[in-house]
């Protein structure tokens, strides 16, 4: 490998005058711009191949003010040594490239390889133009740096554990520095990415979704009017104002990264961002139906830890009947059964609820199915944390106030007793009532057929003797008048078990707590007798 002292010894002769023959050092420095064997991060190596990127990217920058790589060549005799320039050139860009994909650390190396290729980019804009006030752009160099991109094999280029995306201090340079920031550089980042997808040169694996993500995952779209972008090249072609047909290869895009390989946290970040960052930008966004249709299908026995999915989903498939008008086939059976006991666990579950009270709220849906929710959700309220309970008590409410034919529910006259009632009228009763037997099928998918008309929301009475205070409070208000209109469900969605800790312990009280304090003396006395009295009366200690 060439040391920094050669380096610099040969590109001073070459860059300092005007002999030609000195240009036969170029191929001895281009040559040596190759990976031997394993790349250590900080070593002599490492510092050679990046002092000689930066020379030879000053090399060819002077070529291109020299018009020596120009493909517009004047005098005929130069047209074979123009070519021969044009040679070396490639095989240096295609060494960047190698460097790109193939160096196994992350490392400066690869990251100044991509900023001298755009650099080259930004010169062939120029030069490579067929006339000097020509429009051009070189989406073919780009669609290379976007293959050696999404091909690299960094050892530690993982996804991140929680969203799925790329972790890889590459891509995210390109998407900071470049993707972001330029309307040209997204628009034929878009069409070159299409191009390498639909001819197969790029696989859609976890890690190539992860890396889409990565790049893709934010809001400053040349499509979106509150965003300014710059222009990457002086001279870019008008096509880059074809919002249409930046949007058309977006969603192309979109739809078959979808259809490859996900993980689990990668579907969960794409639905999401679904209904923000996806829809608004899609020309049909009823293309999305296919895959949110699966992915709320989705069951945790195709895939581990997939129960969250169809709850994410859900989002995405009101956007579309909302705006779209699509039509789900059996929705609310489906939407019946993604009331589960995880979903009060699920840090999700404030999202979930508010989808299902905009849905639940309709006049047109029936009592029976209202009511399965209301007894589905009572049942699961037993085992859930404090923080889902302050949710599905008001929640439950809510739907009684909405339809008070469930308020049979809480309120059945044929197990009401009455003052005027006879003797013979209450033992009546009081057989009735010990002969009830909870009808409910917790089991039956179809809300229409659980029986939960007839059931009584019993759990509601149990929940008056919570261990939390809050909880206990909150779900007496159903042993009242129903006299309150509604809660507003924000101000229960987010609670917690931490939140609700914090609000207790940091709550002031008006007025301070009466205790009694009385010294324990032991369960036995010093006569070795039981000593019950004290210990029954629970004094504290």
């Given at each position: ?79 074979d040594f123009n070519k ?150 002086s001279n870019p072609p ?227 003797d919570h261990y939390h ?73």
């Amino acid at each position: 490998m060439l040391g920094i002292d050669e380096i610099k010894v040969l590109a001073k002769k070459i860059t300092s005058g005007d002999d030609r023959k000195e240009y036969n050092s170029i191929i001895k420095l281009v040559q040596g711009l190759k990976l031997n064997g394993t790349l250590d991060e900080d070593s002599t190596d490492e510092q050679n191949l990046r002092f000689l990127t930066v020379a030879l990217f000053q090399i060819f920058k002077k070529l291109f003010v020299k018009g020596e790589l120009s493909l517009r060549v004047k005098k005929p005799e130069l047209l074979d040594f123009n070519k021969w320039c044009r040679k070396l050139y490639d095989t240096f860009k295609a060494n960047l490239l190698k460097l790109i994909a193939q160096v196994d650390i992350e490392c400066s190396l690869t990251l100044d390889c991509m900023d001298i290729y755009m650099q080259l980019l930004e010169q062939e804009s120029t030069h490579f133009a067929s006339t000097d006030d020509a429009t051009y752009f070189p989406n073919k160099t780009l669609q290379k740096l976007i293959k050696a991109l999404f091909t690299s094999t960094v050892k530690d280029d993982e996804l991140d554990p929680k969203e799925g995306q790329s972790q890889s201090s590459l891509i995210s340079e390109f998407t900071e520095k470049y993707y972001k920031e330029y309307v040209d550089v997204q628009y034929y980042f878009q069409a070159e990415f299409l191009d390498l997808l639909e001819k197969k040169e790029l696989e859609v694996t976890p890690i190539v979704v992860g890396k889409w993500l990565t790049i893709v995952n934010h809001d400053k779209y040349l499509s979106n009017a509150e965003v300014e972008l710059e222009i990457f090249v002086s001279n870019p072609p008008q096509a880059i104002e074809n919002e249409s047909r930046f949007k058309s290869n977006l969603e192309k895009n979109w739809l078959l990264v979808l259809n490859g390989h996900l993980s689990i946290n990668q579907y969960k970040t794409v639905l999401l961002i679904l209904h923000r960052r996806i829809i608004p930008y899609f020309q049909t966004p009823t293309r999305l139906m296919d895959f949110l249709t699966d992915s709320y299908n989705l069951q945790s026995s195709r895939r581990i830890n997939a129960d969250v999915v169809p709850i994410l989903a859900l989002n995405g498939l009101f956007e579309l009947i909302k705006s779209s008008g699509l039509e789900y086939p059996n929705f609310y059976g489906k939407l019946y059964q993604l009331v589960t006991p995880d979903l009060m666990h699920v840090k999700y579950r404030s999202r979930f609820f508010r989808l299902m009270d905009i849905f639940l709220s309709s006049t047109h849906i029936s009592a029976h199915l209202v009511a399965s929710f209301i007894k589905k959700l009572a049942r699961y309220s037993l085992t859930a944390p404090p923080g889902a309970i302050v949710t599905i008590i008001p929640f439950i409410y809510n739907l009684l106030k909405k339809h008070p034919s469930c308020m049979i529910m809480i309120h059945d006259p044929y197990y009401m007793s009455d003052p005027f009632f006879t003797p013979e009228q209450r033992k009546e009763l009081s057989d009735r009532q010990r002969a009830y037997n909870d009808p409910f099928d917790i089991e039956s998918t179809s809300p229409e057929q659980t029986h939960a008309m007839e059931s009584s929301l019993w759990e509601l009475k149990t929940l008056m003797d919570h261990y939390h205070p809050n909880v206990a409070t909150l779900a007496k208000i159903f042993a009242q008048q129903f006299r309150k209109m509604h809660y507003n469900m924000e101000d229960f969605l987010d609670w917690s078990y931490d939140t609700l800790l914090e609000a207790e312990s940091t709550r002031k009280l008006k007025v301070l707590p009466t205790l009694e304090f009385e010294e324990f003396k032991g369960i036995f006395d010093k006569s070795g007798q039981d000593n019950n009295d004290y210990y029954m009366k629970g004094i504290a200690w």
